[in-house]
């Protein structure tokens, strides 16, 4: 996030897409509702269902699956020709704006209508109400990532941003919502295969060097390693024989769950580390039990890079050890020791080798968390990122055309499938579904269709439906729902008994790698 929680109070428009906030990120919503309710924000709503935040919403805009970046344009056509964005922004802090315009020239309303089925005046209404506020949030998720245009999406909505000067500024901002705790903390740390911490690249010489003398260590590689996504093809090529797994299911969250049982069979051996035995841990060589959060120090960094501290509450049950005792005691074992004598240790390394983590102290987040980046034990920290100027000197404004999804239904799959979360499950129920409450409020997969799909497939509420893919097939209870848009249904993805990613397809996307889970071609029946 560019800027932070309570910035969102701060809006006078609030644009949502790609996240479904109240049941994804509930306590965040709040400040949403606020906003709109006590402090006379105006909210636009982007979103293929008919979410519950959308209740709360000016403009409620429902383009079809996989045509984000046909209405983001549009959108940015109607603010230029109307001259309604930043001209003083636009001109000293952005570069690349001619060939923005020249593409979204053509996105008019009337033509994003046809390919988003948003009716034009509606965008319009839309573009203006964003345009015409001093400041205006941008809040996204998944529902905007986890496409095969993924990072154009990302792209498209940091355009907007910048040609109405909404960054830079509290209330502003393009905004992710982190769906887990601490995933930010985990890219932070150089949880992707091409940086290290603080997004430092794997292949700078500079970083290299600081990385080698922090660890005192020579010879580190400068290649990048595997996504995610490409490990366990890469499994089944046999250019990968173990694989070690942390706090992830992926037999239940991703896609194309088949081949991808198929590919992890392939491995010589599997070790997965986690705090229950999850789908994934039942079919490893070695379960390496872990604490949970509760059960160890440390730090988290939040969705708006907030660092905070974490304190042990309870002992680990059992053999369960706090993760990083397990990875040092094991690169111990395999040659290279690693010795910390606690949690403030390490994060004393941290700061030595993590530019925007240089001034924090365990000391200074005693009481109250710290905004990354901050550079040294006299800065306040962070709040709100590129008030002067961005990294890079002048924002880049990226022209991106629309691409179609990776797949569209036709006579065989005529209906299109959209997947994500329930507010009573968490991922892939690890946690919430050994939970007694939760699994009475959400007890089952489900299929939400609109009542008028049910009436063309012969299906009524309660039902147990057969859904199929080009990968698989599932079977789930029928429920209808005015959420639901004709022609598109809906599945949570928590439940490893009837598996959404058992249909979803893994066309990823070609710079993240992200794979397409929110569209796919499916067909519906009555299970026998």
Known sequence: MTNTIGCIEKADVILVTGSNTTENHPVLSASV????????????????????????????????????????????????????????????????????????ETYTPEHVEKITGIPAKQLADAARMYAEAQRGSILYCMGITQHTSGTDNVKSLANLAMLCGNLGIEGG?????????????????????????????????????????????????????????????????????????????????????NHAEHCLKHLDFLVVQDIFLTETAKSADVVLP?????????????????????????????????????????????????????????FGEIRKVTPSYAGITYQRIEEEGIHWPCPNTEHPGTPVLHTAQFPIGKGKFHAVEWM????????????YLTTGRVIYQYHTGTMTMKTGGLNERAPESFVEISPADGGKYGLRHGDLAEIASRRGSITARVQFSDKAADGTVFIPFHFAAAAANRLTNAALDPVSGIPEYKVCAVRLSKAA
């Open 173 to 257: 901002g393009v905004n992710p919502l982190r769906g887990q705790n601490n995933v930010q903390g985990a890219c932070d740390m150089g949880g992707l295969p091409n940086v290290f911490t603080a997004y430092q690249p794997v292949n700078s010489p500079d970083a290299l060097k600081k990385m080698e003398g922090g660890w005192n260590v020579t010879g580190l590689s400068a290649k990048p390693g595997l996504k995610a996504t490409e490990m366990i093809p890469a499994a089944l090529e046999g250019k990968i024989k173990a694989l070690y797994i942390i706090g992830e299911n992926p037999l239940v969250s991703d896609p194309d769950l």
């Open 290 to 346: 872990s604490a949970c959060f509760a059960e160890k120090e440390g730090t988290f960094s939040n969705t708006e890079r907030r660092v905070q501290r974490v304190r042990k509450a309870a002992e680990p049950p059992g053999q369960a050890k706090e993760d990083w005792k397990i990875t040092a005691e094991i690169s111990t074992r395999m040659g290279h020791p690693m010795s910390y004598s606690d949690t403030e240790a390490i």
């Open 404 to 415: 179609p999804p990776a797949e569209t239904a036709d006579a065989e799959y005529p209906v």
């Open 33 to 104: 509702k606020r906003a709109v309710s006590f402090r006379g924000a105006r909210l636009i709503v982007v979103d293929p269902r008919n979410i519950k935040i959308a209740g709360f919403a000016h403009q409620r805009l429902r383009p079809n699956l996989g045509t984000d970046v046909a209405w983001i344009n549009g959108m940015m056509h109607v603010i230029i020709k109307e001259n309604l964005y930043d001209k003083t922004f636009v001109e000293n802090r952005t570069a690349g704006f001619d060939e923005l315009k020249k593409t979204v």
